[in-house]
T-cell receptor, first 117, second 112 residues
Framework: GAVVSQHPSRVICKSGTSVKIECRSLDFQATTMFWYRQFPKQSLMLMATSNEGSKATYEQGVEKDKFLINHASLTLSTLTVTSAHPEDSSFYIC?????????????FGPGTRLTVL | QKEVEQNSGPLSVPEGAIASLNCTYSDRGSQSFFWYRQYSGKSPELIMSIYSNGDKEDGRFTAQLNKASQYVSLLIRDSQPSDSATYLCAVNRNQAGTALIFGKGTTLSVSS
């Protein structure tokens, strides 16, 4: 149980294009999902908290107009990197919390490696 | 500001030894405590959760929590080379919708 998937696992795109990353909870429902970014040899950085049916909450310094988050259902959140540039190249990881669990555990997807040329 | 501190390492232990990983946190309201393992190039994997003071054992892993000292630790017995990874400590107030606060992680290297 508690499986989170991400798609795509790897994407290479040209500068200026937009990239959409999907995060799905496969066997549980998640009212809240979290998006992280990790640069090589650095720690996880929380970008935003995605809430089902409402606007995402962004961390300080994260541009909400550049990183569009949509959490349209209890099992799907999407992150769109708009007008991507080489400095956006990173490892993007989502996590989800089971709404039915009292244990507050968060499970991570396998991540999406974005390379912007 | 809520913080989680870990020694970045690397912590080097020989195969078969006990690896001890430590973590301190600043928010006294924290109620949930987690250890994640992250292999290079992969996403974090939950290996232990602990919610009350004392020890919790799961196979070769033991998590220890001391809320009075704001201290969490992870012991790995009979360390194997496959345990070589970065271990992330995370805490949370257990409020709906709140994200985990992560430490920067401790890199463990187990030599054969």
């Amino acid at each position: 149980g508690a499986v989170v998937s991400q798609h795509p696992s790897r994407v290479i795109c040209k500068s200026g294009t937009s990239v959409k990353i999907e995060c799905r909870s496969l066997d549980f429902q998640a009212t809240t999902m979290f998006w992280y970014r990790q640069f090589p040899k650095q720690s996880l950085m929380l970008m935003a908290t995605s809430n089902e049916g409402s606007k995402a909450t962004y961390e300080q310094g994260v541009e909400k107009d550049k990183f569009l988050i949509n959490h349209a259902s209890l099992t799907l959140s999407t992150l769109t990197v708009t007008s991507a540039h080489p400095e956006d190249s990173s490892f993007y990881i989502c996590s989800a919390r089971d709404v039915a669990s009292t244990r507050n555990e968060q499970f991570f997807g396998p991540g999406t490696r974005l390379t912007v040329l | 500001q809520k913080e989680v501190e870990q020694n970045s390492g690397p912590l080097s232990v020989p195969e078969g030894a006990i690896a001890s990983l430590n973590c301190t946190y600043s928010d006294r309201g924290s109620q949930s405590f987690f250890w994640y393992r992250q292999y290079s190039g992969k996403s974090p994997e939950l290996i232990m959760s602990i919610y009350s003071n004392g020890d919790k054992e799961d196979g070769r892993f033991t998590a220890q929590l001391n809320k009075a000292s704001q201290y969490v630790s992870l012991l790995i017995r009979d360390s194997q080379p496959s345990d070589s990874a970065t271990y992330l400590c995370a805490v949370n107030r257990n409020q709906a919708g709140t994200a985990l606060i992560f430490g920067k992680g401790t890199t463990l290297s187990v030599s054969s």
